[in-house]
């Protein structure tokens, strides 16, 4: 980090800068293109990224860009990615008037998705399954490290929405559905970025993507202030004190106000409340799309002028450089005030400064040991599997277990359409965009059933075996091509559940999908059933690690998984969504009106930890506390150990319950632990039109089946 001087003296240096640039000059760099815009065109999508030096002259030097994003044709090596991006920099630098050079942004969402060679790692909700902020923490310092060694200064991570739709096609994206949970672990992304020199974050999508009423991706999402404030803005603010430089925007619209054109989001709360003063870059081509799609701009030129006014620093534009004329045009006509112009430019400018590239137009990074890394990789993909059901002890597999065998003799059938591809692991941002390019990986990606063999007789067909592994799987996507009708796995799917749970055999069931794909009551017939999401390349073997027990699962449920199709309910709902059909017309109410597949928190293990005490002391409006926790078996284990919050009575009918703090320790055979909480207070209070509040009187405090009452007295 670098010091308060220093920081002075680089505002001054790009104050300087400013002052010497023409309009022009300064609506460049406001400018974002794909570098498909400056590469050859008669490029294949299996060739090496191949610039073509007039089409780049023309982007950099005639337009004056800011920056360049994304992977064109095959991913590169960090040592063509350096090429790339110097031939880049080189000109940008060298051939413009006041050689300023551009930052170059990729998508490395689950890790180098875009670099042959890069480490992936599982997806984020399975890192959140892990609820581990030092997996998180170390995955996005290891990715930033690998973005630094290819020259690339610009993340477009974490993303920072908060599942509440299930049927979105980038759920899988998201920390999960709790608020909390999604800021720690946000927190912990934007850290580990960081941690590394010359590497910028972006918080995305602000604000309120991951709700749109229809699931279906950049539509509209119906949400009350009220609401947004309670649910999805606090990761942000969490990221934004944490230090993230830049924010990407929502696609979306929310109540039918495009992100893209809403000052009132973009400027009034981000910098007015948040005091964000970092870059915000729209998403992909988002700007036009108020004129085409969103349809509240009647010409190209209005949609520019709307979404500067409203806060967009830089336009993903991607494939053409109007925006520079039309920048440049509303100015000289008056309707863009040349101050905004000033105050976008600086920013990026001051983005640049803050990670050298007017030094050192290249970051640069030597990453730890390959092996490390991967090491690391399958750690996440272990800790992120969620053991969902496991019925008479099935799982492990070893002798003394209901396989009853050594497992090397064990014939395990390994079927299903996530039993034999690398991509149903890495799920998408895996060397494709869509990630479902099986010839993308080299043909010794591991698999499930290829890892299997290694310490199963994987030979035999499913009638012939003693148990079944049944690898369920979504075909990896994302965005609008990851939109779909029903949440329902597909009948084909359902189908060979059933007749497998019908051979009589042990089924073990791995949930290889983006989302939680609705089951049938087939389902509850299977011996044993895993959530593995998108685990990373090394999920496979974290897999089979699991089910030998070489591995114990300690993953919960990040999210609320339905049962039915109409359940599309979270944890955090409230009494009233409970209720039963019978209106509560017994003496006691029956709040039994929900009944998820696997609720929020699920999740078993080979052996249980305890929980021996928990304590809560309150200190106004501070709530604190410890737990104490127990491994009576001999092996040691992790224990994850959620802290849920209830406010009995608010002037806003209050959630059921909330989480209000977690733990992850580990502990060794026979140790007992007491650890320490803090309960979030955006956990017990609510936003209403005064703002946030929390309100005195009764709450309690939950870790599974203890409770532990507690008052909040007026302040
Ligand atoms: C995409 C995504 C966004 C990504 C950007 C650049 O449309 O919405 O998450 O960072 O474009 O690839």
């Given amino acids: 980090m670098v010091g308060a001087e220093e920081t002075r003296a680089g505002q001054d240096r790009v104050r300087s800068l400013l002052a010497q640039m023409t309009l022009r000059e300064k609506a460049g760099q406001m400018t974002q293109v794909t570098i498909h815009t400056v590469c050859d065109p008669a490029m294949g999508p299996q060739d090496a990224a191949r610039l073509d030096p007039e089409r780049l002259r023309r982007a950099v030097v005639d337009f004056g860009v800011g920056s360049i994003l994304n992977v064109a044709g095959r991913p590169l090596n960090p040592a063509e990615w350096r090429a790339l991006v110097t031939e880049i920099q080189e000109m940008a630098t060298g051939e413009t008037r006041l050689g300023i050079p551009i930052v170059y942004g990729l998508d490395a969402v689950h890790g180098s ?53 299930p049927l979105w096609s980038r759920f899988f994206e998201t920390f999960g559905e709790d608020v909390h949970l999604a800021k720690r672990l946000g927190v912990a992304a934007v850290e580990g970025h960081l941690a590394v020199d010359g590497i910028a974050a972006c918080g ?21 202030e009220n609401r947004l404030r309670d649910v999805f803005l606090p990761p942000f603010r969490a990221a934004i004190e944490a230090g993230v430089q830049t924010l990407m925007v929502n696609s979306g619209d929310i109540n039918g106000v495009p992100v893209h054109a809403s000052r009132e989001l973009l400027t009034d709360l981000l910098r007015g409340e948040l005091g964000f003063e970092g870059v915000v870059v729209s998403d992909w081509e988002d700007v036009i799309k108020l004129h085409t799609i969103h349809r509240v701009a009647e010409t190209p030129r209005e949609a520019v002028r709307l979404a500067v006014m409203a806060g967009v620093d830089m336009s993903m534009t991607p494939y053409d450089l109007d925006f520079v004329d039309q920048i440049c045009e509303l100015v000289e006509s008056g309707d863009l005030p040349e101050s905004r112009i ?47 059901e496991n019925r008479e002890n099935t799982l492990p597999l070893t002798e003394d277990s209901a396989a009853g065998r050594d497992p090397s003799s064990l014939r395990l059938a390994v079927v299903g359409p996530g039993c034999d591809s690398p991509t149903v692991l890495s799920g998408s941002w895996s060397q494709t965009w869509q990630g479902d390019d099986a010839t993308a990986f080299p043909d010794d990606a591991a698999t499930i059933a290829r890892v299997a063999s290694e310490y199963f007789d994987t030979t035999p067909q499913a009638e012939e075996a003693d148990a079944i592994l049944l690898c369920l799987a979504e075909r990896p996507s994302v965005e609008k091509p990851g939109d779909i009708d029903s949440l329902t796995l597909d009948g084909e799917q359902q189908s060979l559940g059933r007749a497998l749970t019908g051979l009589g055999k042990p089924v073990i069931a791995v949930l290889l999908f983006d989302r939680p794909r609705i089951l049938g009551d087939w389902i509850d017939a299977c011996a044993a059933v895993i959530w593995a999401g998108r685990p990373g390349p090394e999920g496979a073997r974290a897999i089979v690690e699991t089910l030998l027990g070489h591995r114990g699962p300690s993953g919960r449920l990040p999210f609320t998984y339905p049962r039915h199709p109409g359940e599309l309910v979270s944890y955090s709902h409230r009494w009233t969504d409970r209720l039963g059909r019978n209106y509560g017309l017994e003496k006691d109410y029956r709040f039994d009106g929900l009944n998820p597949r696997w609720p929020f928190c699920a999740g078993r293990s080979y052996a249980e930890g305890m929980v021996v005490a928990l304590e809560v002391e309150v200190a106004g409006q501070r709530v604190t506390g410890s737990v104490t926790v127990r491994n009576p078996g001999a092996n040691a284990i992790r224990m994850v150990v959620p802290i849920f919050v209830r406010d009995h009575y608010a002037s806003v009918a209050p959630p059921v319950e909330r989480l209000g703090a977690f ?9 007992e632990r007491r650890v320490d909480f803090e309960v979030d207070p955006e956990s017990m209070g609510f936003h209403d039109d005064d703002g946030f509040r929390i309100e005195p009187g009764a709450f309690s405090a939950r870790v599974f089946d203890k409770v532990q009452e507690f008052t909040l007295l007026p302040l």
Avoid: M
């Fill in 113 to 165: 998705g875009y670099t042959r060679g890069g480490t992936l790692f599982p997806h984020n909700l399975n890192l959140a399954a892990s609820w581990r902020e030092d997996l998180v923490r170390e995955a996005a310092r290891i990715t930033a490290e690998e973005l630094a060694e290819c020259g690339v200064p610009w993340n477009f991570a974490p993303v920072l929405d908060v599942g509440r739709q």
């Fill in 204 to 224: 995305k999508h602000f604000l309120g993507y991951s709700a749109p009423a229809t699931g279906r991706d950049r539509t509209t999402a119906w949400i009350p």
């Fill in 342 to 388: 000033d105050e976008a430019a600086l920013r990026v400018l001051a983005l640049k400064e803050s990670l050298g590239l007017f030094e050192r137009p290249l970051p640069s990074a030597s990453p730890g040991p390959k092996r490390e890394r991967i090491a690391l990789s399958l750690e996440a993909a272990a800790a992120g599997l969620v053991l969902l």
């Fill in 663 to 671: 733990v992850s320790t580990e502990l060794e055979p026979g140790e």
